[in-house]
């Protein structure tokens, strides 16, 4: 059974850290690359970060980059998103996400095969 399922949202203050997991079945993440992406009320849902099924190819946003990191431990089916510098604007629902791809290359073309069921983030100023 697919199945993907989010944990560490919640509240955080500016300049702090949160580190979101996201725990997968064996059919949903083994092979695959994995994504975190996100969404903010009234808005389209957009890529965070990707990482490639052998950890070596990693794609960030712009918005995001040198602030969070993407990791996984294909070991324990379950990828991370340790978020630092936290900004207001990360205030959204986080989801993970997978492509039955190796590669980012879908992840980045918006091609999600198994989605989480997402997980809130709010930042405070």
């Known amino acids: 059974q697919a199945q993907l399922v989010e944990s560490g949202g919640g509240l955080g203050q500016a300049g702090g850290s949160l580190r979101l997991s996201c725990a997968a079945s064996?059919?949903?993440?083994?092979?695959?690359?994995m994504a975190w992406f996100r969404q903010v009320r009234g808005g389209e849902r957009e890529l965070v970060a990707a990482?490639?099924?052998?950890?070596?190819?990693?794609y960030y946003a712009d918005s995001v980059k040198g602030r969070f990191t993407i990791s996984r431990d294909n070991a324990d089916n379950t990828v991370y998103l340790q978020m630092n510098t936290l900004k207001p604007e990360d205030t959204a629902v986080y989801y993970c996400?997978?492509?039955?791809?190796?590669?980012?290359?879908?992840?980045?073309?918006?091609?999600?095969?198994?989605w989480g069921q997402g997980t809130q983030v709010t930042v405070s100023s």
């Open positions: 996400a997978a492509s039955v791809s190796p590669l980012l290359e879908r992840l980045e073309g918006g091609l999600v095969d198994f």
């Open positions: 990482i490639s099924w052998s950890g070596s190819t990693t």
């Open positions: 064996a059919r949903t993440f083994t092979g695959n690359a």
